[in-house]
């Protein structure tokens, strides 16, 4: 991860955080000394529910726990771990909500107040309810503890919140299926897909109307008024990259240079590629990225043949969209889909 030029303490992630992951760790016997070492982090200062962790110590928090646990799939069990109150004052709000759409409102509005290294979308697409996860710089190592943690922690909220339903209908990940997915699978009852163009969890809509057992108005309105204290408090980053990804996929089939991108953002491509690179990736990383994700989603969960995914992507030839297709999978289109 790299942050050039930029205030550090703009992307960061609440302390409640830490001390839960120091928690899960303390269950293993590893004392919080040997996972912050090296980190800016202060002794103790994880237990005030005020601080915050900045993207760099958390990057290294992340590292050093799953050098020392020898568990990379640590985030599953992190959000497993997690409560209500472990999202603070959100938490509570969207607990009392009373439907589940309204609580995931709650969610997008306030998310700042736990993190700003992602933002939470939600849409509609289809007979969809789409829960987004975006990135706002590029997380790299840190992409899968992140979000498999928050979707995990959702699916279990969920399930407390309206006992004896499901909640997630599909998850879906942006980067390469992790080594040790494979054992984790039989224990995840919905389709996981990765190398996806976004991270999603996905559900049919109707869901989003259904009633929460604790709903209650007047706590609610108490907790959302907490949050926006903590909001007026926190110095929201620009959602620069989001916006470059929206702007590549708005094209409709016909994926925009740079110079296009940043003519549309009012700014010159000189300065744009040095926003994205202050994020830790450049332009063509983004485009390459989202191209792979939608060719991997058509693959998978489309009839779509290899010559209609190569022009829905841009390419004039299949052989072309081939070529890069296994330069980033190292398979080609065809072995994938298999």
Not at 161 to 177: A, K, N, Q, T, V
Not at 222 to 245: D, F, T, Y
Not at 287 to 303: C, I
Request: proline share 5%; aromatic share 10%; with cysteine.
């Amino acid at each position: 991860m790299t942050i050039l030029k930029m205030d550090p303490s703009e992307y960061a992630i609440s302390a409640e955080y830490l001390a839960l992951l120091l928690e899960v760790l303390g269950r293993r016997k590893i004392a919080p000394e040997a996972v912050l070492d090296g980190t800016d982090i202060a002794p103790g200062s994880w237990r005030d529910p005020q601080m915050r962790i900045t993207a760099r110590d958390y990057e290294k928090v992340v590292e050093r726990a799953v050098a020392l646990t020898g568990e990379p799939w640590l985030g599953w069990e992190l959000g497993a771990s997690m409560t209500l109150s472990s999202h603070g004052f959100l938490g509570y709000a969207a607990m009392s909500s009373a439907t589940l759409g309204e609580a995931l409102d709650l969610a997008v509005k306030y998310f700042r107040t736990r993190t700003t290294l992602v933002q939470l979308e939600v849409f509609q697409d289809g007979d969809h309810a789409v829960l987004q996860i975006d990135e706002m710089l590029a997380l790299g190592v840190l992409a899968p503890m992140m979000m498999e943690s928050l979707f995990s922690s959702f699916h279990f909220m969920g399930m407390k919140l309206l006992p004896d339903m499901e909640i997630i209908g599909e998850l879906r990940f942006s980067y390469p299926e992790p080594d040790y997915f494979q054992s984790l699978r039989p224990l995840i009852p919905v389709p996981v897909y990765f190398d996806c163009a976004t991270n999603q969890m996905r559900f049919p809509v109707e869901r989003l109307n259904y009633s929460l057992r604790f709903a209650d108005p007047r706590l609610a309105r108490m907790a959302a008024a907490q949050c926006e204290q903590e909001m007026a408090s926190i110095k929201a980053p620009p959602a620069l990259l989001g916006k470059v990804r929206r702007i590549i996929l708005s094209g409709a089939g016909r994926f925009p240079g740079v110079d296009e991108v940043a003519t549309e953002m009012h700014m010159s491509s000189r300065t744009l590629k040095r926003k994205l690179q202050q994020l830790g990736t450049s332009y063509q990383t983004v485009l390459d990225d989202l191209r792979k994700g939608l060719a991997v989603e058509y693959l998978t969960q489309s009839d779509k043949t290899v010559d209609e995914i190569a022009m829905a992507l841009g390419y004039s030839d299949a052989s072309n969209f081939a070529r890069a297709f296994r330069r980033w999978t190292q398979r080609s289109p065809s072995d994938y889909r298999q």
